[in-house]
T-cell receptor, first 113, second 112 residues
Framework: DVKVTQSSRYLVKRTGEKVFLECVQD?????MFWYRQDPGLGLRLIYF???????EKGDIPEGYSVSREKKERFSLILESASTNQTSMYLC????????????FGDGTRLSIL | KNQVEQSPQSLIILEGKNCTLQ??????????LRWYKQDTGRGPVSLTIMTFSENTKSNGRYTATLDADTKQSSLHITASQLSDSASYICVVSDGGSYIPTFGRGTSLIVHP
């Protein structure tokens, strides 16, 4: 069965900290995505990667960076966490031409204090 | 600007009843449309995906329809169950980028 695993379900960090969110997939999919989900706003794309070491900005990349050193792993980095980055973060994968994520992880609920 | 509007925002129905959720979009050019179900505290799960040439697709008790002329889609749930309580999200792609347009979802509550 398809699996997208996010390293933490809940995370609490302080403002100014550097925060790493990890995502691992076991499907050998080329494309991986990071979204954030906020009440009333829906899902918004932060970054995506279509291959190892390749990345593209989504709708809201400011304050974030990503790393994809191996095909199965896609990391989201909050360079200096701020309270407005408190949110649910979802990782997803895609194989094929639909341009929409197929499989999501269960999310990391991140609180920045 | 590409937009996806879902209605209603929330819906409460009794177990066993049918319901229909709506998705209107202005995405152009249209490539495909996907419906997701998201349980509380979980990631979204894909229910159906439709391209321009498809106007109906089913997944068990879920049936999605697409009218590309009027730019409308609906998700019909038959004989609802308590486990159908979730948020349902419509997503539309224009085929040109990896940034699809998400609707804000419809929250469905099924009461016993």
């Amino acid at each position: 069965d398809v699996k997208v695993t996010q390293s933490s379900r809940y995370l609490v960090k302080r403002t100014g900290e550097k925060v790493f969110l990890e995502c691992v997939q076991d499907m050998d999919h080329e494309n991986m995505f990071w979204y954030r989900q906020d009440p009333g706003l829906g899902l918004r794309l932060i970054y995506f990667s279509y291959d190892v070491k390749m990345k593209e900005k989504g709708d809201i990349p400011e304050g974030y960076s990503v790393s994809r050193e191996k095909k199965e792993r896609f990391s989201l980095i909050l360079e200096s966490a701020s309270t407005n980055q408190t949110s649910m973060y979802l990782c997803a994968t895609l194989q094929g031409a639909s341009r929409q994520p197929q499989h999501f992880g269960d999310g990391t609920r991140l609180s920045i204090l | 600007k590409n937009q996806v509007e879902q209605s209603p925002q929330s819906l409460i129905i009794l177990e066993g009843k049918n319901c229909t959720l709506q998705c209107n979009y202005t995405v152009s050019p249209f490539s495909n449309l996907r419906w997701y179900k998201q349980d509380t505290g979980r990631g979204p799960v894909s229910l159906t995906i439709m391209t321009f040439s498809e106007n109906t697709k089913s997944n068990g008790r879920y049936t999605a329809t697409l009218d590309a002329d009027t730019k409308q889609s609906s998700l019909h749930i038959t004989a609802s169950q308590l486990s159908d309580s979730a948020s349902y999200i419509c997503v539309v792609s224009d085929g040109g980028s990896y940034i699809p347009t998400f609707g804000r979802g419809t929250s469905l509550i099924v009461h016993p």
